[in-house]
Every structure is written in C-alpha cells, then in structure tokens.
C-alpha cells in the first residue's frame, strides 16, 4: 500500500479532487500555504495500492495545469530605497510524493 502526498493549487484542487473521486479513490484534502510564492495550496492524502499509483499520479497531473503568473517583486537599490517590478513565474502543476504504508488500520 501506498500513501500519494500531493500539494496542488487551490485553483486546481476541486477539479482534482472531482476526478479522483470519480475514479473512486478516497481523498483528505488540507489546506497548505506555499513557502515561495506565500499562496494557498491544497495537499491531497489518497492511500492506494501500489498498482494504482501511476493512476493516481496520472489523474493528478492531468487536472493540475501549469500556468503563468505575473507577481510583484521588489528590490532594494540601497538603504531605504525599494522598486517594486512585476515577475513572470510558473504556477500550478502539482508536487507529489509517493510513501509506503508499513501498516493501515481503519477504526
């Protein structure tokens, strides 16, 4: 058994979540904020068995879709003295991680 972390965009976790339910794979879904951009985040929890994996991964990446964005970035020249610039980034996608269970235990 295999346990599937993947961190998707808020804009994008509906739809994944839709798709995997659909597929009948349970999902827990948790609200994360992002370290680099400082945005919010979805992290799906979906326990399977390992010949469901690329399944799951394959859903996910079919409804996480990577776009661009255009963020305010600011830059110190010297002291006191800031610009702020908009930053072309890509956003969305999803980070997934693939975990063995040792044990599952349903109570």
């Given at each position: 058994?295999k346990?599937?972390?993947?961190?998707?965009?808020?804009?994008?976790?509906?739809?994944?979540?839709?798709?995997?339910?659909?597929?009948?794979?349970?999902?827990?879904?948790?609200?994360?904020?992002?370290?680099?951009?400082?945005?919010?985040?979805?992290?799906?929890?979906?326990?399977?068995?390992?010949?469901?994996?690329?399944?799951?991964?394959?859903?996910?990446?079919?409804?996480?879709?990577?776009?661009t964005?255009?963020?305010?970035?600011?830059?110190?020249?010297?002291?006191?003295?800031?610009?702020?610039?908009?930053?072309?980034?890509?956003?969305?996608?999803?980070?997934?991680?693939?975990?063995?269970?040792e044990?599952?235990?349903?109570?």
């Amino acid at each position: 058994m295999k346990i599937v972390l993947a961190i998707v965009s808020n804009d994008d976790s509906s739809s994944v979540s839709s798709a995997l339910n659909k597929a009948n794979y349970s999902v827990t879904r948790l609200a994360t904020t992002g370290g680099f951009l400082r945005a919010g985040n979805t992290t799906m929890i979906i326990g399977t068995e390992d010949k469901n994996v690329d399944d799951v991964i394959k859903i996910i990446g079919n409804e996480s879709k990577r776009r661009t964005e255009i963020v305010p970035s600011t830059a110190s020249y010297d002291i006191g003295r800031y610009a702020s610039f908009p930053v072309e980034v890509q956003v969305g996608g999803a980070t997934i991680f693939v975990i063995d269970v040792e044990q599952f235990i349903k109570v």
